[in-house]
């Protein structure tokens, strides 16, 4: 006796596959140990800070407000007095999960919380123009931002805001204290 095709047993099948897939998907990236990832992370963002940084804290993956990873405490030093330095506590970086897979780290939407940075002139310029744009979203909350020059500087206590570049250009901007 031949056995009848069933659409609804096929249909239920692929919807099971599907569902196991996707739990696998957002799932996997807890199970590696992003901590073995750190030298790579911190490769990133002294490219994209154009000073050296340091990861002092834990690396964590969390899937809550979508999947991103979780830095604690990065530091950034520099040999050169005119050069971007400070520490942040928090990093957050939303991530698409395959990227922790394929070790590709798309380091476009970062959200900076609690900590402190000084800025060159010359760097938030480049902010500004395009020369430092290696993301397209940058967020703050509860940061402590000293801008200098060799002959002055100015301080904003407890900011947050974002900046939002296209093609490299500030397209948006946004800082308010708290």
């Known amino acids: 006796m031949k056995k009848k095709f069933s659409i609804n047993k096929f249909f239920f099948k692929i919807s099971i596959f599907f569902v196991l897939g996707l739990v696998v998907f957002f799932l996997l990236p807890f199970i590696i140990n992003l901590n073995a990832y ?39 030093e520099n040999d050169s007095e005119e050069s971007l330095t400070g520490n942040i506590n928090t990093v957050e970086i939303s991530i698409n999960p395959i990227e922790i897979l394929t070790q590709t780290f798309n380091l476009k939407k970062i959200k900076f919380i609690n900590g402190s940075l000084s800025l060159p002139i010359n760097f938030v310029d480049g902010l500004i123009n395009g020369k430092n744009n290696k993301f397209n979203n940058l967020q703050f909350e509860n940061l402590d931002i000293k801008i200098f020059n060799n002959r002055s500087d100015f301080q904003l206590d407890g900011n947050s805001g974002s900046l939002i570049t296209e093609n490299n250009q500030l397209v948006a901007s946004e800082v308010y204290e708290i």
């Open 38 to 76: 750190k030298n790579k992370l911190e490769v990133e963002f002294s490219s994209i800070l154009n000073s050296q940084v340091k990861i002092d804290g834990a690396v964590e993956y969390s899937i809550t407000l979508g999947p991103r990873i979780i830095v604690d405490t990065i530091v950034i």
